[in-house]
DNA sequence: ACCCAGGGTAACT
DNA sequence: AGTTACCATGGG
């Protein structure tokens, strides 16, 4: 069946190609479709709709979640744009909305982010769940910590993921061991949550924020990249605005988005 | 040839 | 506690 979402702050062309997911790739016809939690899908952007083509429908709710679908994000973005700078990200990137992502895939994804370009991390996930995945519908899943369980850089090299491979290898090491627990993680304060993500070789603070964004849905880290480093320096000197407490991950997303998208910054650094 | 890319680590002050 | 070279790889 195909089951059609009514919001008009769901645009899936930015949410799929804002940076915070890499696997989703767009058709032709203007369709995105892809993988998640094992299963096939593909969307087409109506007038203020969202159509998910084919699902069954004891899957509604599970997609319902993955795109946030409970959350009210005309509601953020109205108390978002209190801010100039905020309201013409809103305005330019509102259609954005936050995934839920598999935390392992999140993980996985933003450690090969790191000191790299969208295009290539997407080429090395995509080797890697071409590699290591299920395939379904003639796509593959993101391969599960069990199913990478016992890799090693070399049996990783065909990725090309280079100096991170050794990293990925870590971070399934420490899932698959316990010391870095996933339902541990979704229960825990943001700082300590960081901190546990962080005893894994090669993750930081950027990507462990970046895991708990987009893997853990928690809307208040703030992943503090070379862009929104540029930002903050331009139009938030002295720190982000009232207006995005508890939701500074959502505020980052647009403004991510916006200046990448629109330039909007001088180039001092 | 040089620079940068959704950074992190180790080795320095 | 705050800098800096280096890390593989690929595109501009």
Not at 155 to 160: E, G, S
Not at 223 to 228: A, E, F, I, N, S
Not at 241 to 259: K, M, N, S
């Amino acid at each position: 069946m195909d089951f059609t979402i009514t919001n008009s702050n769901f645009d899936i062309k930015q949410t799929f190609l804002c940076g915070q997911c890499f696997r989703w790739q767009e058709r032709e016809d203007g369709r995105f479709h892809g993988i998640a939690h094992g299963r096939y899908i593909s969307l087409s952007q109506g007038d203020g709709c969202v159509t998910l083509h084919d699902i069954s429908e004891e899957d509604i709710p599970l997609w319902e979640d993955y795109f946030d679908i409970s959350t009210d994000y005309a509601e953020m973005i109205s108390r978002l744009s209190a801010d100039k700078t905020l309201a013409a990200a809103c305005k330019s990137s509102g259609g954005i909305r936050l995934l839920k992502q598999e935390p392992f895939e999140a993980l996985i994804s933003f450690i090969i982010s790191q000191n790299n370009n969208i295009p290539r991390i997407s080429g090395i996930i995509g080797r890697l769940c071409e590699s290591f995945g299920t395939e379904i519908n003639g796509g593959y899943s993101f391969p599960t910590a069990e199913q990478l369980n016992g890799i090693t850089p070399d049996d990783l090299a065909p990725l090309r993921a280079g100096f991170r491979a050794r990293y990925i290898c870590d971070a399934v090491n420490k899932v698959n061991s316990g010391e870095v627990d996933f339902s541990e993680i979704a229960v825990l304060p943001l700082d300590e949550a960081r901190e546990k993500l962080k005893l894994i070789v090669g993750v930081g603070d950027k990507v462990a924020d970046c895991v708990l964004l987009f893997g853990f849905a928690r809307r208040n880290a703030f992943p503090k990249d070379v862009w929104v480093k540029r930002l903050m320096a331009e139009f938030y000197p002295d720190g982000l605005p009232e207006c995005t407490l508890g939701i500074e991950g959502i505020a980052q997303q647009y403004l991510f988005d916006y200046v990448r998208n629109n330039g909007g910054l001088n180039n001092s650094k």
